[in-house]
C-alpha cells in the first residue's frame, strides 16, 4: 500500500510557515531600523530590515499592491491544493516541492494580512554594490520549490509522452489496425 502524502506535506508546510515567522519577527525586533545593513559575512550576506509591499523584485501596483497580491496568492493557493490532491500516493519529490510552494506563499501571506507595510524580507546577498533583492524564508521556499515541481512536472510529461509512443500490443489494438 502507497504511503499518504499527507505525513510530509502537513509538517514541510508548517515547519517552512513557522521558520518564515519566527525569523521575520527575529528580523524586526533586532533590525528595528529599516535599509540599514547589518555585516553577517562582510558585505556578501548582510541583513537588512525592508518592507515588500510588492511582489518578487518589488513588482508593484501602487497602492492596491496589497489587495492585489493576497488575491494572486490565494488563487495560486487554490491551484496548488488541486495539484496535491492530484498528487498520487508516495511521491515524495511533487509532495514535498508542493508543500515548500505552499509554506512560503502562506508565510507571505500571512505578513500581507497582517501589515499594511508589506512583506518582511531581510536577507541581503551580494558583492559589493552588486546586490539580489532582499528577500526572506519563504521566497527561498518558493523558489526551491517552484524549481522542485517545475522538474517534477517535465519529467511527468516526459513519461506521459514516452508512454504514448509506445505502440499498444496486437491483443490490445482496435481491429483492423496496422502495427
Known amino acids: 500500500m502507497a504511503r499518504s502524502n499527507a505525513a510530509l506535506f502537513w509538517p514541510v508546510l508548517v515547519a517552512v510557515t ?14 528595528p531600523l529599516p535599509q540599514l ?9 548582510r541583513l537588512t530590515l525592508v518592507y ?24 495560486a493557493l487554490l491551484i496548488l491544493a488541486r495539484l496535491y490532491a492530484q498528487t498520487r500516493p508516495g511521491h515524495a519529490a511533487r509532495t514535498l516541492a ?9 508565510g507571505n501571506l500571512i505578513d500581507r494580512i497582517r501589515s499594511g507595510f508589506g512583506v518582511v524580507d531581510f536577507i541581503d546577498v551580494g558583492l559589493r554594490t552588486a546586490r539580489w533583492p532582499t ?4 521566497d527561498m ?30 491483443g490490445d489494438r482496435p481491429a483492423g489496425e496496422i502495427p
Open 37 to 45: 545593513p547589518h555585516e553577517v559575512l562582510g558585505n556578501t550576506v
Open 98 to 106: 508542493l508543500a515548500l510552494v505552499c509554506g512560503g506563499a502562506l
Open 141 to 170: 521556499a518558493v523558489t526551491t520549490g517552484a524549481l522542485m515541481l517545475a522538474g517534477v512536472l517535465w519529467a511527468e510529461d516526459r513519461q506521459a509522452a514516452a508512454a504514448a509512443a509506445v505502440p499498444a500490443p496486437l
Open 52 to 75: 515588500n509591499p510588492g511582489a518578487a523584485f518589488g513588482i508593484g501596483f501602487g497602492a492596491p499592491s496589497r489587495w492585489i497580491f493576497m488575491g494572486l496568492t490565494i488563487v
Open 135 to 138: 528577500f526572506n524564508v519563504a
Open 18 to 31: 513557522a521558520a518564515d515567522a519566527a525569523t521575520k519577527a527575529l528580523a524586526e525586533r533586532y533590525l
